[in-house]
């Protein structure tokens, strides 16, 4: 009965790969986001999706794609990784974009 | 610019005690503010939340105070427990109403047996 789950938990990767997070809320909220935590734990807002439509999109390099197949998901595609891409990814979710945001357990990235 | 800090990095107390976590705001048109806590390698779990039109909230064994005049946001655990330890987070939604949080940095919260 997982709220907001991610898929890999854990990726490891070699710089230049491109790779994709997964998510997934079975709440049926209408909003969903992506959230960046380096290391020094700063939680940092990249995307957020209300009913498969962009309405935040951060400064945020262009290898970062985010893709809404239907409102209860929303994925990251990273292109051409890098070093400094390195953090735990947060997907979240609400009902709305101004009702509480519910957070997924978080998928740590290393890039090698 | 917009930003959210908290007063120290980490706060220790023993089992039992209350606990106090202060947050500072500097974006006077936010209107929502919430605390998260966030365990080890856990994603940040909602606490308690507080529009701009209250200056106090509880909850179970928390409050959270929000002083609109000097913008300060606190949280308040009465008896503080083991399982309160973690990492606790204020946020604010800024001037927007996109959804947009901004996260403070985060204070430590310890519990000595």
């Known amino acids: 009965d997982t709220a907001v789950s991610q898929t890999p938990k854990y990726l490891v990767t070699q710089m230049g790969n491109d790779k994709s997070i997964k998510c997934e809320q079975n709440?049926?909220?209408?909003?969903m986001y992506w959230y960046k935590q380096d290391s020094k734990k700063f939680l940092k807002i990249m995307f957020s999706y209300n009913n498969k439509e962009l309405i935040i999109n951060e400064t945020v390099p262009n290898r970062f794609s985010p893709k809404s197949p239907d409102k209860a998901h929303l994925n990251l595609h990273i292109n051409s990784l890098e070093l400094g891409d390195s953090a735990v990814y947060f997907c979240a979710s609400s009902r709305s974009n101004t009702d509480t945001q519910y957070f997924g357990p978080g998928t740590r990235l290393t890039v090698l | 610019g917009e930003s959210v800090g908290l007063h120290l990095p980490t706060l220790s107390v023993q089992e039992g005690d209350n606990s106090i976590i202060n947050c500072a705001y500097s974006?006077?048109?936010?209107?929502?503010f919430i605390w998260y806590k966030q365990e080890s390698g856990k994603g940040p779990q909602f606490i308690i939340d507080?529009?701009?039109?209250?200056d106090k909230r509880q909850g179970q064994r928390v409050t959270v105070l929000l002083n609109k005049t000097v913008k300060h946001l606190s949280l308040q655990i009465a008896a503080t427990q083991p399982g309160d330890s973690a990492v606790y987070f204020c946020?604010?939604?800024?001037?927007?109403?996109?959804?947009?949080?901004?996260f403070g940095q985060g204070t430590t919260l310890q519990v000595k047996p």
């Open positions: 946020a604010e939604n800024g001037s927007s109403n996109t959804g947009k949080l901004i």
């Open positions: 709440l049926g909220h209408d909003t």
């Open positions: 974006n006077s048109a936010s209107d929502y």
């Open positions: 507080i529009r701009s039109n209250m």
